[in-house]
């Protein structure tokens, strides 16, 4: 079984970066692509950012591409998503997530390995 542990979330000023780390245990995981994804409060879940198990096939919320920078290091499991230029509405629960398969992908759906959350909080 997958577990996935983030950290690295808290609070910064606009304009700011945070660096989240996502470390991987358990069952062989390394084939699989990786994402992260976002819940603010009230809202759904959405995705953010993604990338393959081989190519460094990367892809990316709208509205983050160009601040945010997903990365993985497969030898020791980890996934790290880099984000400057941080504003309000990047304000969320940061998850996260390994996929069914090594293709990228946006779609909840297609990720089947959760962790528990780490807070990112963005002050104006």
């Known amino acids: 079984q997958v577990q996935l542990v983030e950290s690295g979330g808290g609070l910064v000023q606009a304009g700011g970066s945070l660096t989240l780390t996502c470390t991987a245990s358990?069952?062989?995981?390394?084939?699989?692509?990786k994402g992260w994804f976002r819940q603010a409060s009230g809202k759904e879940r959405e995705f953010v950012a993604a990338?393959?198990?081989?190519?460094?096939?990367?892809y990316y919320l709208d509205s983050v591409e160009g601040r945010f920078t997903i990365s993985r290091d497969n030898r020791r499991n980890t996934l790290t998503l880099q984000m400057n230029s941080l504003k309000p509405e990047d304000t969320a629960v940061y998850f996260c997530?390994?996929?069914?398969?090594?293709?990228?992908?946006?779609?909840?759906?297609?990720?089947?390995?959760w962790g528990q959350g780490t807070q990112v909080t963005v002050s104006a």
């Open positions: 358990g069952r062989a995981f390394s084939e699989n692509a």
């Open positions: 990338i393959s198990w081989v190519g460094g096939f990367t």
């Open positions: 997530a390994a996929a069914r398969s090594g293709a990228v992908t946006k779609e909840r759906r297609d990720y089947v390995g």
